[in-house]
């Protein structure tokens, strides 16, 4: 057996079943085996940004992960913003990166790259396999590797002779070990700090945030104790919507930042990472808490924070309670387009178990406190903050939630990025519906540069200037295949929403703001 | 002063003058500097792919660096595989590559990454700048880097609070060393070889290529001694067309190369490594000259290999002679579309001093020998083999070559990758004609697959298939701002290519083939 096949015989038995690919040469015997093989889905994406960033969509959905087809240390390069994203994201991913054949490589042809070097920073697991024999085994650890709680990205570099050479065995699946749990005196100590009364808050994320009954868990610690909940900025997957567990996010300005979370005394990490800016700003400080809050930890990201939180609730007997009644649904708005209209839109129209992909930037702060009285969704959004995640990430998780409308909210100028995306979409038939918020500028710069304290010259705003030309995403987005409209009020937009929602397959409404 | 502006002013100082930019928040400094000093043209690109691709492509045409400027960690990533290819052209570049706060970054934000270890594989020199009162220094030191023969990619990566502090001094341009010169012995060996009349080819590289001078000497040596010009499938940037030396490019596939070198005695090498292929196959050889043919170096890339080819034709007493007349310019072709066609029309119809960005992969290997009878022209190409150069390489070098006409040949699979760049074209204007080869699938895999040696399944021909849905360059081209127009026979494709070269900005022509 070649050790193509070997590889692929090992990745769909251990559950890897979605392959995202853009393959070169190297990867050929690869594909050949995909088509010998069966049984793992091919879908070919037209840029390397795309395959990764769809790789973690799909795996956020669906918590398997899912294998990627890169080609050679450039094509590997393309791919690295969004392996940056689903690193942060603590997103399971297997990486099958081509490469020269091992005799070959010392030669140094034009596209030879540091390969390993280029994927060391976005992985948990680095290996150049050495030999179609060992090939199926260096496999299946990597595939254990990405499933190790918290998740993380494998990346195997496959030569093309270790591919072609005879010899392959398939190997099984490794288990994959049980999250690391708390300890009992871990949760006593987060008791006992929180039954004093003093001003707190659980900042929770990772695995917990998609968990109904882990945010139940944490819901009753809030009501019991007078803790808040709170969620970093940018988060992989929150459940939310109607009859689920409300929570706040921490606010990106910094000053908003502070302002929120002035007061506090504790603040308990639950799969969280110490709140702290995207960025610095001079005279500002880098971390977000207060310098008297004390940091308590429940739960380190690899450990079972569910479990946490509900041993934590029951430690402080603290009763069931249902989440509060968000109020009735709002209606679609109508007239000029807001932010907040915007939101009240969707909140209006979205049809249940929506999945939504929230690359909104600047325009979409407010969407999500906007939405909470809408039927239960899921709201995924871009973590390691480099752009260009958003029309990837719609078109995995539409393969890995398929029944389920995807709703994607992107600012024009990330979804830029990756556009190549779309046709995917349209190939794949996918039930994503883009949003475009075409405001023809990168209107979070024009916000950045203001904070710098000087007025913008002619350069500078050149560079924060989309509007020239202005792009068109209807023609953009019908160039791949996926139909579009323009929409200038805020009735447009509601009647292309639930239009776009009533048919399959991709749809894309430009937002002209 | 603050750092930001001791680095524009020491830029501008030692003759960077362009900064393709895609800039971030931690950006803004720059930015702001750009606009207070002025004398840098700042080009706006809407993928940082396009960004390093235009600097590249700039660079070839001018002779001089461009700045990049680029977004913490991701912004460089997805600028690499296009660094990986200007690496491969030996071009010169100054990146900038913003970065967190020296004292934000141990908080590790989202966006905070391994820059240095991005940048490392793609750069000849990396420095990441500590202080604001180096930061002059250090970019004059980089700039220095980038324009050291052969010619550099130089990364300085600029945290934000270098960026802003006060303190910057404006740092004087440094000497640039002049390449190192082949020994006379070189020489003497070199023409005592030649003078055997032995079979011989001389592989030529770099700068030569792009130097009338250098090439007339080699041409003095070749009509002397009955060698052959050879250069490599890629390059850089080659001067040729009418009244021009004539060279023969070593082909692609593994077995017309082995058959087009078999039989050489000697290879020299001129500023040009030794020939290999750009993959491996089973089988097949890695080097593509015979075992029997020795390798003489008369140049290392990093020498003067004009003086030295200038030196090797006097100690041979080769006389001065002119070019062969390469026949008539011919007519433009009629009828279906072929290979050989659209060299024809495009023979007879480029423009005086064309410039030539050539990504046509699969369907262009015969353009080059098809066009010799044009008149004078540049003829550029990916070196590197990572497609997604040719947009960005034709932006940059209509910014690098003013008053010239561009023309990108594309294939449909590799233009997709960077297209943001036509946005930059229609923005700035740029006198591009973009000719897009749409045969609707990845051609040059479906090649390779046959070499693999099975029978393509289903799988395999849907990873190659750029047709469902089949993309529509004209509406894509138009999202962007650029006129377009689709051909499906020559006389159209003739008809536009006039056209466009009548008019001032960029034109698109979708070639159905």
Redesign the interface.
């Known amino acids: 057996m070649k050790g193509a096949e070997s590889l692929v015989r090992t990745l769909t038995g251990c559950g890897v079943e979605v392959c995202f690919?853009n393959?070169?040469?190297?990867e050929?015997?690869f594909?050949?085996a995909?088509?010998?093989v069966?049984g793992m889905r091919?879908v070919?994406c037209?840029?390397e940004?795309v395959v990764s960033g769809a790789a973690d969509g799909y795996a956020r959905m669906s918590g398997r992960p899912a294998a990627t087809l890169l080609h050679?240390?450039?094509?590997l390069?393309?791919a690295?913003?969004n392996l940056?994203?689903a690193r942060?994201a603590r997103t399971p991913m297997v990486n099958i990166v081509g490469d020269?054949?091992t005799?070959?490589r010392p030669?140094?042809?034009?596209?030879t790259?540091?390969t390993e070097?280029?994927a060391?920073?976005v992985s948990g697991f680095v290996r150049t396999v050495t030999s179609a024999a060992s090939l199926g085994r260096d496999a299946a650890v990597a595939v254990q590797a990405a499933r190790t709680s918290p998740g993380q990205i494998a990346t195997l570099i496959l030569p093309?002779?270790v591919a072609?050479n005879e010899g392959g065995e398939v190997a099984e699946a490794l288990p994959v070990p049980s999250p690391p749990t708390a300890s009992p005196d871990r949760i006593r100590q987060v008791a006992h700090v929180l039954r004093r009364g003093e001003p707190a808050a659980l900042l929770l994320d990772g695995a917990v945030l998609a968990d109904e009954a882990a945010l139940a868990s944490a819901y009753r610690i809030a009501s019991a104790t007078g803790a808040r909940l709170l969620a970093p900025f940018?988060c992989a997957r929150i459940v939310r919507g109607r009859g689920r567990v409300p929570l706040e996010r921490v606010h990106y300005p910094v000053d908003a930042a502070l302002k929120q979370l002035a007061g506090l005394r504790y603040l308990i990490l639950v799969g969280a990472?110490?709140p702290?800016?995207?960025?610095?700003y001079?005279g500002k400080p880098?971390?977000l808490y207060p310098e008297e809050c004390t940091l308590e930890v429940l739960a380190r990201p690899e450990q079972d924070a569910g479990l946490a939180l509900a041993n934590l609730a029951d430690e402080l007997e603290a009763p069931r309670v249902t989440p509060p009644d968000p109020g009735p649904r709002p209606e679609p708005a109508r007239g000029r387009i807001s932010p907040e209209g915007v939101a009240q839109t969707l909140a209006a129209l979205m049809p249940e178990a929506a999945v939504i992909v929230d690359e909104s930037i600047s325009f979409g702060r407010g969407f999500f406190a906007g939405t909470h009285a809408a039927p239960p969704h899921d709201w995924l959004q871009i973590?390691?903050?480099?752009i260009?995640a958003g029309v990837p990430l719609a078109t995995g998780a539409a393969i890995g939630a398929p029944g389920r409308r995807v709703i994607a909210l992107e600012a024009d100028?990330s979804a830029?990025?990756t556009?190549?995306g779309l046709?995917t979409q349209?190939?794949e038939r996918l039930d994503v519906t883009t949003v475009i918020f075409s405001n023809r500028k990168y209107a979070?710069?024009l916000y950045?540069?203001s904070?710098?304290g000087?007025n913008?010259?002619?350069?500078?705003l050149?560079?924060m200037?989309?509007g020239?030309?202005?792009?068109?995403?209807?023609?953009?987005a019908?160039?791949?295949?996926v139909e579009a409209a323009r929409a200038e009020t805020l009735e447009a937009f509601g009647d292309l929403l639930a239009q776009s929602f009533r048919r399959r397959g991709p749809f894309l409404i430009e937002l002209v703001i």
Chains 1, 2 share one sequence.
């Open positions: 690919a393959p070169g040469t190297s050929m015997h594909v050949a995909l088509d010998r069966g091919a070919l037209l840029f940004g050679c240390g450039p094509g390069a393309n690295l913003a940056h994203n942060r020269q054949a005799y070959h030669f140094d042809a034009p596209l790259a540091d070097g280029w060391r920073p093309a002779d072609w940018s990472r110490p702290v800016g995207f960025f610095a001079p880098s971390r973590v390691g903050g480099a260009g100028g830029m990025y556009l190549q046709w349209a190939r979070i710069l950045e540069l904070q710098v000087t913008p010259g002619r350069t500078a050149d560079l200037d989309l020239n030309p202005e792009l068109d995403w209807v023609r953009l019908g160039g791949m295949g």
